[in-house]
């Protein structure tokens, strides 16, 4: 009997969450998730979820680990490693936190925000690992429950009716292994998981695609303390978002030299905005969610990252200067 592919998916947040979830139906696949913030309440109530996709449930992972030591004292080796931690280069390495982990063979997919995420994966992994850059299309968001009495009752996962991975080798090389192993793992995630997933050459394409929506509403969102709805229809947040989009779309097309693909129908500021509008359940950006917890922000991937190309490309982005500022400013009130 074949064995079966073992997976570990770190980070439980929004991102992990679902996809471990989605992954868990597998007959083929086995799921180890590890989270160190969420590890208290999923080990003890599990993962509530809302999906307009794919039903509500509650996900109670098999394997469940804090940290990278007890993850592989579970299971020696892993096929897959999916990295779902928040960007934060500036804060720690996350390519660190996962190098106990990687083995001979190991494939590491990135479902990390923001521009420039490979390059630490890159480098200490780039010449012995495949490394494959993962771009999710997909609404979901944790949200703070409310039990009877109107009392916080932890937090649940909130999924909209839509979810798309689109994926890219960031080696210079790979192998026709490395890529029957990813076209493994997606069809797995398609047939078990519902998860639309496709592997592109031009995935920086793909990376700035998402870019127009998160560089722009997750920094405006800290500023106005208003969901992605909200903000839309607000005169002065709505003109700041088509600002800063404008300008990623500019930084974009000069990096990859060309249009970007458009997805969801997002080809300018507009349409970007008119898809918000269309989101049936309210969206909380990431960021907005760890300012108002006092926790640090993704501002070097999402907005330092894109700033320097901007610069080295000599596109003007005063909007997303301003934003970087403000938001150093706002996690520098922390402390005080």
């Known amino acids: 009997m ?84 928040k960007a934060l280069p500036n804060i720690y390495d996350s390519s660190e936190v996962i190098s106990k982990a990687v083995g001979p063979g190991t494939m590491i997919l990135l479902f990390q925000n923001g521009i420039g995420v490979e390059e630490p994966f890159l480098k200490r992994f780039g010449k012995g690992n495949p490394v494959v850059s993962c771009v999710s299309f997909v609404s979901v968001c944790k949200e703070n429950r409310e039990e009877e009495g109107g ?101 974009a097309e000069s990096v990859i030299k060309g249009k970007l693909p458009g997805t969801n129908g997002i080809v300018d500021p507009p349409a970007a905005i008119s898809y918000i509008e269309g989101i049936e359940a309210p969206v909380y950006t990431s960021m907005l969610e760890d300012s108002l917890n006092k926790r640090h922000m993704e501002t070097e991937v999402i907005l330092k990252n894109p700033i320097d190309l901007a610069e080295k490309h000599g596109v003007a982005v005063p909007h997303m200067r301003a934003l970087y500022e403000s938001l150093l400013k706002i996690e520098q009130a922390y402390e005080k």
């Not at 439980?12 to 913030?37: E, K, Y």
């Open 2 to 85: 074949e064995s079966k592919s073992r997976v570990l998916v770190v980070g439980g947040g929004a991102i992990g969450g679902l996809l471990a979830w989605r992954l868990s139906h597998s007959t083929t696949h086995t799921v180890s998730l590890l989270c160190r913030s969420t590890y208290n309440q999923i080990k003890s109530h599990g993962i509530p979820i809302t999906s307009l996709q794919y039903g509500n449930a509650t996900y109670h992972p098999e394997s469940l680990h804090r940290t990278i030591d007890d993850a592989i004292a579970h299971a020696t080796s892993f096929d897959y490693i999916l990295v779902t931690l």
């Open 151 to 251: 009392r916080l009752g932890g937090w649940r996962l909130r999924h909209g009716g839509f979810t798309m991975v689109v994926a890219g080798f960031a080696n210079e090389q790979h192998t026709n292994e490395d890529l029957q192993k990813l076209h493994n793992l997606f069809a797995e995630f398609q047939r078990s998981g519902g998860i639309d997933c496709s592997i592109k050459s031009d995935i920086q394409v793909y990376r700035w695609q998402k870019q127009i929506l998160n560089g722009s509403t997750n920094p405006v969102s800290v500023l106005s303390r208003l969901s992605c709805q909200e903000m839309v229809r607000h005169k002065r947040y709505r003109r700041m978002l088509e600002d800063v989009m404008a300008e990623i779309f500019a930084v």
